[in-house]
């Protein structure tokens, strides 16, 4: 399979702390991307990094990736309980015409 | 933004039945969609690429006489779940990207859930 691994699978977290998760993948990539899916709904897009980057922000949220240890990690800062959702990255390899394969997801709870 | 939509959001068959499952991109031309599958507390996994005019490619595993793809516009592509059985039953998505070259972003529907009793 060419699933990437997300770690933690899950991970639970209060109100105000940060979170990390992290994403390993396999082939050359275009770009990575992270998405947010709140339970039973479609998916939002949070932050696309190319691969030629290595750090990328978005208000609360910052990525990194690198590319010779094939990984990548989001934090979200000061953390809120809106912020309760499954996280998964989704890589785009080169030569496939834009598909994305999406890693295995981190369930990410914020207590209040 | 670029919005997509899918009808319907759920839908419930009888086994033996065929399901049809509508992605529309409403405010974009999108010359590819992708259809992905999500099992329940598991990742996406896509099941096969659309091209409008062309026909779907699917990726291995996926039986294309089973789920059959449909792209006949810019801004439609459709899924049919044909002889559905239980083991169907999923939380089905679509995605839609845009034609401009070097685009790389998909934007996703809010996905349909198919229950098969």
């Known amino acids: 399979s060419q699933q990437g691994e997300e770690d933690p699978q899950a991970l639970s977290i209060q109100e105000g702390e940060n979170a990390t998760m992290n994403c390993s993948y396999k082939?050359?990539?275009?770009?990575l991307q992270w998405y947010r899916q709140n339970s039973g709904r479609g998916l939002v897009h949070l932050i696309l990094?190319?691969?030629?980057?290595r750090e990328k922000h978005s208000g609360r949220l910052r990525v990194t990736l690198d590319t010779s240890k094939k990984s990548s990690s989001l934090l979200i800062t000061a953390s809120r309980a809106a912020d309760t959702a499954s996280y998964f990255c989704a890589t785009d390899a080169t030569g496939t015409a834009s598909k994305l394969t999406f890693g295995t997801g981190t369930r990410l709870q914020v207590t209040l | 933004g670029a919005v997509v939509s899918q009808h319907p959001s759920w839908v419930i068959c009888k086994s033996g039945t065929s399901v049809k499952i509508e992605c529309r991109s409403l405010?974009?031309?999108?010359?590819?969609m992708f259809w992905y599958r999500q099992f329940p507390k598991q990742s996406l996994m896509l099941m096969a690429t659309s091209n409008e005019g062309s026909k779907a490619t699917y990726e291995q595993g996926v039986e294309k006489d089973k789920f059959l793809i449909n792209h006949a516009s810019l801004t439609l592509s459709t899924l049919t779940v044909t002889s559905a059985h239980p083991e169907d039953s999923s939380f089905y998505i679509c995605?839609?990207?845009?034609?401009?070259?070097?685009?790389?972003?998909?934007?996703f529907g809010p996905g349909t859930r198919l229950t098969v009793t």
């Open positions: 990094i190319r691969s030629n980057e």
């Open positions: 082939t050359s990539i275009n770009n």
């Open positions: 995605s839609a990207k845009g034609g401009a070259s070097g685009s790389y972003e998909q934007y």
């Open positions: 405010d974009f031309q999108a010359t590819t």
